[in-house]
């Protein structure tokens, strides 16, 4: 059995859960409801830049990682670029 006042703090949450759904709907409704899908980043040509073994289509990271595949994959000495 729930105390006056604890039924009336109940309502009125239940009251603001029924605002922030109207609220959200309305903001679905402006097409800004969900969480708009995450851009993502440009490649930006310092530390996202893609290192590619022309020995094979591979992407790298990093040019070490590059080297460290060729000389791995193709036994590429240690020359990078
Ligand atoms: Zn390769």
Known sequence: MLRPR???AR???ETLE???A???AKLRAAGKGEAP???KAAPSTQDTARYGCPDCDKMFDSP???GA???KAHGFRRHAS
């Open 6 to 8: 604890a039924a009336q």
């Open 22 to 24: 109207a609220a959200k």
């Open 64 to 66: 070490q990682g590059r």
């Open 69 to 71: 595949h060729r000389n």
């Open 11 to 13: 309502a009125e949450i």
């Open 18 to 20: 029924a605002q922030l």
């Open 37 to 39: 899908a995450p851009v």
